[in-house]
């Protein structure tokens, strides 16, 4: 299935696993594809470095486009991840942005 069609489809998820999956498919692949043009003899490790320099790439386009994504009715922030930080799908809803400050 295609990605633009995907996007209909699958507004949310809820593990970071079922997320990587989306990266992989969006963007991880299309780094799998560019290794053998840039590099003559690639071998696993480099391909797999690949996939995760893509999967990365659309991460951080996730983070860069959340308010867009979100006024679209688009989750990419795993639940799991919203449920460790104690953030609500409500809050998610309402557009709640929450300042808890914590020692890391």
Known sequence: MSKQRLDYIQTTYDTMEALEDYCYRVAGSVGEMLIPILHPTPDRALIESGIALGKAMQIVNI?????ADQKLGRRYIPLEIMIKHHYTE??????????LSRNY
Do not use: A, S, T
């Open 63 to 67: 983070i860069r486009d959340i308010g």
């Open 90 to 99: 409500l809050q998610w809803e309402q557009q709640v942005i929450n300042h």
